[in-house]
């Protein structure tokens, strides 16, 4: 799967554009460090969805009436993509009563005792772009009805009504999608996605985690930096920074 990634990402980068002939087995092999019967299936795998097509003694081509779809653009901040754009919608969210993961539970500071799981979906243009599950403490319930959930925005509805939210932390990693996300952002199982955590503080502890998975096939950041020269160096500095799904 991961050969067959990469030869289908080029394909997307116009590197063999339609029409054109795919290197051999004998080279993909060598360039991966696979066995050419590795190669063989990720081709046949392009094969199978109508990517490439086979020409006996010829080679290995991109369909020539191949469309590669122009990307969809939206420029936001970094925080933009963490928190949601207005061109983002929100669909099939689901609300349930369970305990957490021994992970989320050791975040938040309590043990086998329930809480509110939320999960959501974020679409650009009808297509999947990220999939987000929440997990609230049970001190969010002494502020929040169950009725109000789906509205979100609990931040600052919590630091309304006086629990005070003093600020999140954030981290960002590369992941391979696993079943569940996989279904859910219409990916195919152990595909790339950028995965990140968020963790809510408030003057009661942390409140809320946050776990989102974007597709990497459709995210890009663009960051513009500017120099700065002086006689001891140079000092970097970030003058824009935009998000970018594909």
Do not use: C
Request: net charge negative.
């Amino acid at each position: 799967m991961r050969v067959y990634g990469l030869i289908f990402q080029r394909i997307q980068k116009g590197e063999y554009p339609p029409g054109s002939t795919l290197n051999t087995e004998d080279q993909f092999a060598a360039e991966f460090n696979v066995s050419k019967a590795t190669v063989r299936q990720a081709v046949g795998e392009l094969v199978e969805r109508g990517i490439v097509i086979r020409r006996q003694g010829k080679g290995t081509f991109v369909r020539e009436d191949l469309e590669i779809r122009p990307p969809h653009q939206i420029v936001g901040s970094l925080a933009d993509l963490i928190l949601g754009t207005r061109s983002m919608s929100v669909a099939n969210q689901e609300i349930e009563e369970r305990a957490f993961p021994v992970d989320i539970q050791s975040i938040l500071g309590i043990s086998g005792i329930p809480g509110t799981t939320l999960r959501h979906l974020r679409l650009i243009d009808n297509t999947p772009f990220a999939f987000t599950a929440e997990y609230l403490a049970p001190v969010v319930s002494e502020y929040i009805k169950a009725s109000e959930l789906r509205a979100g925005g609990h931040a600052t509805l919590l630091n309304d009504r006086g629990l005070r939210i003093l600020g999140a932390s954030q981290s960002m990693s590369a992941e391979l999608a696993d079943p569940e996300v996989a279904l859910h952002l219409d990916i195919d199982f152990g595909a790339p996605v950028l995965f990140a955590e968020r963790v809510v503080h408030s003057d009661r502890g942390p409140v809320e985690v946050s776990h989102t998975w974007y597709r990497g096939d459709l995210y890009k950041w663009h960051a513009d930096l500017e120099f700065s020269w002086s006689g001891t160096g140079v000092t970097v500095s970030t003058t824009a920074a935009a998000t970018s799904p594909r």
